[in-house]
Structures are given as C-alpha cells and as structure tokens.
C-alpha cells in the first residue's frame, strides 16, 4: 500500500503523511477490511476539523465516509432522522433547516463530519448536540461487531462521551440517529443572536432566521479552514471551583469574565488568552486568530510541530498570568 498525503484531509493544512489510507463507504466495505485484517495501528478520520499531526502517521488511516440520510419515523411534531456518520455536518443542518426541521441550527457551521459530532459533543450559542441525538450506531474495529447505543449510554459531558474515554480509538461511528421537531422551540438567548436578528429586522424568527445570524457570527470571528488552516476552538473553556475563581479575581486587575455552571464557575479560554497579551499575536507562521483568541492558526505552511509549541506558550503564559492551566480541545497526533 502506497503512503498518502493528508493535507487535503485535516483543517490546519499540515502535511504529513499516512502509510496507509483506506476509504470506507459502506459497512459491508469495513467488515471486509477487518476480516482481511487491518494493519495496526489505526484510527478513524471524519472531517479532519479537530486534529493536529504532528508527524506522519505510521498505521493505517480510516476515511469515514459512510453517507445515508434516511427518515426512520415522522409525524405531525418531530421526525427521527438517521444520517450517515460521513456526511457533512454544515450539510446535514443545511438540509434539516430547509426542511423546517428545528434543534440543531444553532449548530450551522461547525466544521467536521456526522460522525465526529458525538465524539465532540459538539455544543454552540446554548445547544449540545446531546439534546437531539437519541442514538449512535458504531462498528468495534476490535471485534467487527455492531453496536447501537442510546444517549443515556453515551456518557455526554462537555466535549466528551465514551467516545474520548472507553471506547476511543475503538469505535467505526457509522450511523448518527437525531429526533428534530417540526414545532421548533428556538433558542436564541445568545445576546449575539438577537442582536443579528435585531439586524435582520426579524420579530418572529424562523429556525431558517437563527441560521442564518449563526452562520453570519461564526463568519465575522471564526476564520474559514479554506482560506485560514484552523480547527475552530483548540481549548476548551475551563471549568475551575468557586474558591479557585475567588483567587484569581483577587490577583486580577479588573473583573475576570465567567459564567456559571452546574459544576464551578466557566471562564472563557479566549477571554484568558486575550488578557494573556496573546490574541492575534504571530509566532513564526502560527498564532492565536485576530478575532477569536482561541482559534489557532495556520498562515500558511506551518507544520504540526511549530502548531503544538505554540499551543504550549499560550499554555504556560495563561499559566504564569492566571494560574489555570488550559485543556486542548483538539486530538494531537
Ligand atoms: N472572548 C474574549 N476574547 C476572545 C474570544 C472570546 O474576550 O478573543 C470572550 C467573549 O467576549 C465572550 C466569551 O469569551 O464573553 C465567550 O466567547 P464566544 O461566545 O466567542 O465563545 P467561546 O466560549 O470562545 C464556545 C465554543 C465554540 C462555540 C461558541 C459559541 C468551546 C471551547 N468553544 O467558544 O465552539 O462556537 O462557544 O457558543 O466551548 C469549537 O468548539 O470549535 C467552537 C468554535
């Protein structure tokens, strides 16, 4: 088997290769391929939208693209969807708003595949994915046996299921089942999103509307993988206790931003990276993105390496500067 460049194949653009790259379009194909036996180590790529190479990759990459997009039930108020863990996630939401089908458009245009939304969790302006996913449906790569779990089963926290945990680098996710109502219930408390709407001039938005002023935000802050190599968020937000919060509001000139949360008190990373001095600031062909402290860049030709030192200053300088150590959001390689 032939190694293969995965440039086109992962959002920053870095350019590694695979020794061996198989592309998966059925579970028939997969099946095959196990039985064959696939030559180890291997791990499945989705969108490639939240993975940082840092080196090739000696084992054999798995390209997930199972496509399907199957009504399963549907009445008057809601419609059981199964979608194909390959497709396109932006895609998916496109075609359920134009359908007017409501509970997943606050979650237009993040990058990735179908597949990958569970993993993540995938969450923006105040919807998780959790809240309309009713089942996931994987192959285990060990065993070649097929699995449906239920939600209840998927462990979901914040950017996390079992997917991160017990079953990593385990599990063919090929089947995402969501339940998406007809009578939507819009969520637009992001001051954001109504401010979009305000512009748009709209009193009584449709899920359509909220779409829309979505993917307008997202366009203004988060910079395109196409034009700019990125993987949306790197860190995740950290969560830190009420007594950790009271000390670093104490050594902080100023009011230190949060939100509360059902486990301690949320302080953005981006807003931790601002203060750091680091937003838009340039480290060789890398940095943390202009209009969004927490996306790191790719400006052109930087490799995975050079990616991760960078992701490690901003780390120690938010370090030294508040004492929070961020988490990567992003799986390194
Ligand atoms: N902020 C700054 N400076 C920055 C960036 C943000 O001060 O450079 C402040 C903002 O002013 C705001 C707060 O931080 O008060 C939160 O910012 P924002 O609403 O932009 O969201 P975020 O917490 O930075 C999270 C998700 C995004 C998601 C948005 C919108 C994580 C790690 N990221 O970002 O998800 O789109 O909320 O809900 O939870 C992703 O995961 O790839 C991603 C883009």
């Not at 993540?120 to 994987?138: D, K, P, R, T």
Request: aromatic share 10%; charged share 25%; glycine share 10%.
């Amino acid at each position: 088997m032939t190694s293969k460049s995965l440039k086109e194949f992962n959002t920053f653009g870095v350019d590694v290769n695979a020794k061996a790259f198989i592309e998966i379009d059925s579970i028939a194909r997969l099946k095959e391929e196990i039985t064959k036996g696939i030559s180890k180590p291997y791990f499945v790529l989705g969108g490639g939208s939240n993975i940082l190479f840092t080196k090739d990759y000696e084992g054999t990459v798995l390209k997930n693209n199972v496509k399907e997009f199957t009504i399963l039930r549907e009445n008057k108020k809601m419609v059981h969807l199964a979608v194909g863990a390959g497709n396109d996630w932006h895609e998916t939401v496109m075609k359920c708003v134009e359908k007017g089908w409501g509970g997943i458009e606050n979650l237009s245009l993040i990058p990735g595949s179908v597949g990958a939304a569970p993993i993540q969790n995938i969450g923006a302006y105040g919807c998780e994915l959790e809240q309309v996913l009713l089942a996931v449906s994987y192959i285990n790569l060990e065993t070649g046996e097929e699995h449906k779990i239920g939600r209840d089963d998927c462990q979901f926290g914040y950017r996390d299921s079992i997917f991160k945990n017990e079953l990593k680098g385990k599990a063919f996710i090929y089947r995402v089942e969501l339940k998406l109502n007809k009578e939507p219930k819009l969520n637009t408390k992001y001051g954001d999103i109504k401010a979009k709407l305000k512009d748009f001039g709209v009193k009584e938005p449709s899920i359509a509307d909220v779409s829309r002023a979505i993917i307008e935000i997202r366009q203004s802050k988060l910079p395109d993988p196409k034009e700019l190599g990125n993987s949306g968020s790197f860190f995740k937000n950290p969560v830190v206790s009420r007594q950790q919060f009271r000390e670093v509001q104490a050594s902080y000139d100023g009011e230190v931003r949060h939100f509360k949360v059902p486990d301690g008190i949320k302080i953005p990373a981006g807003w931790l990276i601002e203060q750091a001095g680091l937003k838009g600031k340039k480290y060789g062909n890398t940095g943390m993105h202009a209009k969004q402290a927490l996306v790191l860049v790719n400006y052109g030709g930087a490799t995975g390496t050079e990616l991760i030192e960078t992701a490690k200053e901003v780390q120690k300088q938010v370090f030294d500067t508040f004492g929070i150590m961020l988490e990567m959001e992003v799986n390194v390689w």
